[in-house]
């Protein structure tokens, strides 16, 4: 029901949505490593809600450098290794991807600090959001001294164990809230 005088609802055309097929985010897309690979392999895992509770049905991609700091493309990259993968948030809001620990990698701002990199699709989500997270203890990065100070834990991975006998480090993703992840513009 649509109130007098209240802004219309978001069409389609506006938002990101409405929503998003399982098909988009085969689980075979969250594996980043292959056999072979260089560095060691973890779990990347995280919850995403909002003040409403469990986000379930967001798609989240992934991109990070490898194990040495090599992009995609750089001479001396992995070739064992995807750079990028797909998840989506399952009814309590958690994701999983197998991917390594990234190396510091060269950026024109400055060497980057291992980080890793993630837009988030999703219903009623107005355009996507982009947001990086970094291993525990990471205090010097020029993405991460972008963010006011008070905020950048919030973008600090813990570890949370370990899952299938590999390290877990685990990302907390809020929507909106008083707990908000910082996002960037990208």
């Known amino acids: 029901m649509i109130r007098r005088n209240a802004p219309p609802p978001p069409t389609a055309m506006q938002t990101v949505g409405p929503f998003f097929p399982a098909i988009l985010a085969e689980p075979a897309l969250a594996t980043l490593t292959r056999d072979g690979h260089a560095g060691e392999a973890i779990w990347l895992t995280g919850d995403i809600a909002d003040e409403a509770g469990p986000y379930r049905n967001a798609i989240l991609e992934m991109s990070q450098a490898d194990a040495k700091g090599r992009l995609a493309g750089e001479r001396g990259a992995d070739k064992h290794f995807a750079f990028w993968g797909r998840a989506a948030s399952d009814g309590a809001g958690q994701f999983a991807f ?63 164990g370990k899952r299938a006998g590999l390290r877990r480090l685990h990302a907390t993703i809020r929507l909106r809230g008083p707990d908000e992840t910082p996002f960037f513009r990208d």
């Open 98 to 160: 197998r991917t390594v620990l990234p190396g510091a990698s060269a950026d024109p701002a400055g060497t980057r600090a291992p980080c890793f990199e993630l837009l988030i699709f999703g219903a009623g989500i107005m355009r996507r959001l982009a947001t990086c997270f970094f291993p525990p203890g990471t205090t010097q990065d020029p993405v991460l001294a972008c963010v006011p100070r008070a905020l950048r834990p919030r973008l600090l991975l813990r570890d949370a």
